[in-house]
């Protein structure tokens, strides 16, 4: 896909007839009302999490201990900062359940090197997601590296999805 200016939210996605292979998993454009946005959505069901992710969002808190896909997650986001060279700041989240039009969990905060992009991990009561805001606005000289890390996310994702979300 070649690379071209942000101007819609973009999710990563499964665009195959195979909905469920991880080698399906690509960015794709999608219509959103915020613009340099780029999402990874990952549906939350009984048979793709375990009981510690489920019997957090039951209670609304968020327990103390990171449950494995969390777990797995850090490892897919550590793998990617580092086939894309790039330093990240994590620090632990809010343990309760963020107020909005939709309650979240933020269990990490992530302090990204670059100019305007920043990246949020939320998990919904229905799904997980990798949130990239403010892509759109990154100067020039830093949206290779961006590039890289976006792919490498992608990748690692996928590589998580294939160890079964852990």
């Known amino acids: 896909m070649a690379e071209e200016e942000v101007s819609r939210e973009e999710a990563l996605l499964f665009v195959s007839s195979k909905p469920t ?3 399906t998993l690509e960015w794709r454009a999608v219509l959103g009302i915020f613009k340099g946005y780029l999402r990874l959505r990952l549906r939350i069901t009984a ?3 375990g009981p510690e992710l489920l019997d ?3 209670t609304l808190k968020y327990q103390n201990q990171d449950p494995p896909e969390v777990k797995g997650l850090l490892a897919a986001l550590t793998a990617a900062l580092s086939k894309a060279g790039i330093t990240c700041k994590i620090t ?3 343990k309760d359940l963020q107020q ?3 309650g979240y969990f933020e269990p990490y905060k992530f302090s990204m090197p670059f100019k305007k992009a920043q990246l949020y991990l939320r998990i919904h009561i229905s799904e997980i997601q990798w949130i990239l805001r403010h892509v759109n606005k990154e100067p020039p000289q830093s949206t290779a590296r961006l590039g890289a890390f976006k ?3 992608r990748d690692e994702t996928r590589e998580w999805l294939r160890k079964g979300n852990r």
């Open 47 to 49: 048979r793709n999490v």
């Open 100 to 102: 909005g039009t939709l």
């Open 56 to 58: 957090a969002l039951r």
């Open 151 to 153: 792919g490498a996310l």
């Open 21 to 23: 292979d991880p080698s």
């Open 92 to 94: 632990e989240g809010p």
